[in-house]
């Protein structure tokens, strides 16, 4: 096969939770530990980081993956889910996956697929710690998939372990309390490892301090130890400057995500290079600084609160669960224009009615579908937009909602593009 026909095969003949939802879901790890045995267990030979959480965890991980780089350790990233190209899930130093070494790995492993009959996201996960073993990594930032416990990741046992926050997200799978979230998220709490939690929640800590407690993990809130805040005088659009308290040292920082929910991630990285400095030695010289600044540039990341044109200003952000919806209104709300013009699509297992409850009423709406077959019809999102008072007119398309919204909006008006990562993915 040709790469083509490899991205054919890996996308319609396994199953991809991305695209189908709950058919592709395993509720164990017995599919990756095939895996790990058919491809030679190579991720019993990398030194890793391993990071969930309901949101932020995209955020983290290539802050932390830059922060390496910058101190000259060649790193792996694996994220989820990619935008425009499959290998944006599979990096080193910024650097996506090899197409050949894809096409060679699926062709020498593809008998052994037949029997073991994994979902995309297993076969991926074993392709990214083939490719991070092959190439010798340093260390590997590995983000989970969904939840934790159950996770095809969660077959690693990792130097530091990173919990960001917890949501109401996946809960058809996960549960649908914040301690049964919490519950699965724990799941990736291993024997000694020291983990760091992201936020301090009433109805979640708990449940990671009892688990890090049956585990003998050192376990550190980032939100008791760090305090990140944003600068008063923000003049350039493209970087958000802060400053972070750490106990007793006061740490200035340029960042290249403006995301005002940032600064919970940024809280948590610097938590996280804390946490590591303080167990292991060798990070004890790392800056953080100048991998924070060069984030973008170092890992290629792409749509978190992403401004992709100046005039009409039109920003994408692939926030798509009641949290994180929450904390781009929040923005939304203290920025400055004439009229906003808000094109939107949800895949069909979310929450919906708690989104659409969460967006401002004074918006112009375009309802959209993600080209994915999990995209909700946008008549019937246009439906539930109306009984939560939203207002706008549906389109067949992600770009052809941009190109009406665009034409619609005046030189002071605001266009924003989300509601889903695929949506954003289409405009990137």
């Known amino acids: 096969m040709n790469y083509q026909q490899t991205l054919d095969y890996l996308f319609s003949q396994l199953p991809m939770f991305q695209r ?24 019993l030979h990398l030194k890793t980081i391993h990071i969930a959480g309901t949101n932020g965890k995209g955020s983290v991980s290539h802050m932390l993956a830059s922060i390496m780089q910058e101190n000259n350790l060649k790193t792996g990233l ?6 425009s190209d499959f290998r944006e899930r599979i990096k080193i ?20 697929f037949e029997l073991i009959k994994p979902s995309f996201f297993e076969m991926t996960f074993a392709l990214a710690m083939k490719w991070f073993y092959f190439n010798k990594v340093d ?51 291993k024997p000694e490892v020291p983990v760091v939690i992201g936020e301090t929640q009433p109805a979640s800590a708990p449940v990671f301090i009892e688990k890090s407690k049956q585990n003998d993990s050192p376990v550190m809130f980032a939100d008791q130890e760090v305090k990140v805040l944003i600068d008063g005088n923000q003049s350039d659009p493209s970087k958000m400057e802060v400053t972070a308290f750490v106990r007793s040292s006061v740490l200035k920082l340029t960042s290249p995500l403006t995301g005002n929910y940032q600064v919970k991630n940024i809280a948590t990285v610097i938590a996280a290079m804390h946490s590591l400095k303080t ?14 600044m060069h984030t973008l540039e170092n890992t290629g990341f792409k749509g978190r609160w992403q401004v992709i044109n100046n005039n009409p200003l039109t920003i994408c952000d692939i926030g798509h669960n009641v949290d994180g919806i929450s904390q781009i209104v929040t923005q939304l709300n203290k920025m400055s224009y004439n009229k906003l013009h808000f094109v939107i699509g949800v895949v069909n297992d979310k929450d919906i009615t708690g989104i659409l409850n969460l967006l401002p009423r004074d918006a112009i709406y375009y309802f ?61």
Request: with cysteine; charged share 20%; aromatic share 8%.
């Open 139 to 189: 260390i590997a930032i590995i983000e989970t998939g969904m939840g934790g416990r159950l996770d095809s990741t969660n077959v690693i046992t990792p130097i530091l372990s990173i919990i960001t926050n917890i949501s109401y997200d996946h809960t058809q799978f996960l549960g649908n309390t914040i301690e049964s979230i919490a519950f699965e998220k724990a799941g990736i709490i």
């Open 279 to 292: 167990i292991y030695s060798g990070f004890s010289g790392f800056s953080i600084k100048e991998g924070i």
């Open 368 to 428: 959209c579908k993600a080209d994915i077959p999990r995209g909700l019809d946008p008549e019937k999102l246009k439906d539930a937009a109306l009984e939560s008072g939203l207002y706008g007119n549906v389109f067949p398309t992600v770009l052809s909602a941009k190109k009406a919204a665009e034409d619609a909006a005046l030189a002071n008006d605001l266009i924003f593009i989300g509601g889903s990562a695929f949506v954003v993915a289409e405009v990137v």
């Open 20 to 43: 189908i939802g709950a058919a592709a879901y395993k509720a164990n790890l017995d599919n990756t530990i095939a895996l790990g045995h058919l491809t030679g267990k190579p991720h």
């Open 78 to 83: 694996f994220t989820s889910p990619h935008l």
């Open 93 to 112: 130093n910024g650097k996506m996956i090899d197409k050949q070494f894809i096409v060679d790995f699926v062709e020498e492993y593809k008998a052994g």
